[in-house]
């Protein structure tokens, strides 16, 4: 009997066989021997596309995709540490959101750059700071767009901490549409209104055809009343504790289109930043690209790598946003930001504690810009810039 290999499609190998049909069991046995040999030549088996787009995967990417990765675990203290592999999940470094002036920086924030600030086609700082430069004790919110707070309320402003009686301004000129309590729902329930006392103004400039709205809320007391006029620094009320919160501050929206809760947009992108500081913007993504909610994003400064370790207990943190309620920047398409940041170098560490992993980047924060990067699960960082919409901006308000 005459055996002959060739291979067939997708590598199948094909058997001729001339003679008796005696000893077909061996030769079945070796025919299998060579359907195994005759694979190498066939087309290669493709891994299947990634999956799971929503949930982190504690698998790595398909065998030939490039990862470049800081590998970290930490200890649970406030001073994250390095060990070379990631044999625990790292813990969640704890040092406080909002960082004691006296022992890290100068309480003074520099006045912000005049308005409108629009340092390239695609940003928008249309708006001063409502608190003035000399009153606010430091450049942190409490709480930044699309974070969390009471458990699972989707936050549609930013916070900024101070005293009772701080006065508020208007951070652009327009027309009070409202001054009272019981915004949120649309009424005079005064009582349970989330907001406390507020003050929303229509601005008298809008941004590519749509109307502005801004809203200062939790206000101890309103000076101003419906149908009045502002100029851009007029005061408008004192910072208060009213409605529900947790201590004083103001809360801060714009909204954009409509004048209503889910019309909100990043203030971090529409307030002027400080003279000689930038903004970090980002889109923290799954690796098939969707958005990963409440993912802690920190900043250290450049010389704490956080991956070389140990760092000192001073840094900036931040969480992508939860998409309820949210509206991202049409450009930019960020899911996080960290405004008021002093011009400097800077590694972004993004600990996946899901997967045991961390991550870091060198950024520069330059004076009055954007500093922009794309985050996706095991791919890693890129600083790359969204492409060119096919709209155009509007150069000024």
Known sequence: MMISKRCGKNGKAALNLKGRPAGWLSLLVFSVVLLAGCQEFGT???DPTPTGPTEYSTS???????I???????TPT?????TPTPTTKPATPEFSLTQDPVDSFDPWRPPVYPVPWIPSPYDHFYFQNPIAADDIDTAFTTYGYGGVFFKDVTHTGIDIPGDIGTPILAAGSGTVVYAGQGIYRGGNYIYDDPYGKAVVIEHDFNYQGEPLFTLYAHLDEILVEKDQFLNAGDQVGLLGNTGKTT?????FEVRLGENDYFSTRNPDLWLSPPQGWGVLVGQVNTYAGRSIEKQTVYLYPAED??????VKDVGWIGTSYQNDAIN???????????????AGNYYVYIPVTDIGLSYSKLVEIKPGQVTYFRFNLW?????????????????SP
């Open 44 to 46: 290669p088996h493709q």
């Open 60 to 66: 790595p990417p398909p065998t030939g995709t490039h």
């Open 68 to 74: 470049s990765i800081n590998l970290a675990t930490h």
């Open 78 to 82: 406030s001073i994250p540490q390095h």
């Open 247 to 251: 201590g004083p501050h103001l809360h």
């Open 305 to 310: 790598n956080p991956v070389v370790g140990p």
């Open 328 to 342: 991202s920047d049409p450009y930019y398409h960020e899911n996080f930001t960290l405004a008021n940041l002093p």
């Open 379 to 395: 791919k890693g960082f890129t600083d790359q810039l969204p492409p060119t919409p096919e709209y155009l901006f509007s150069p």
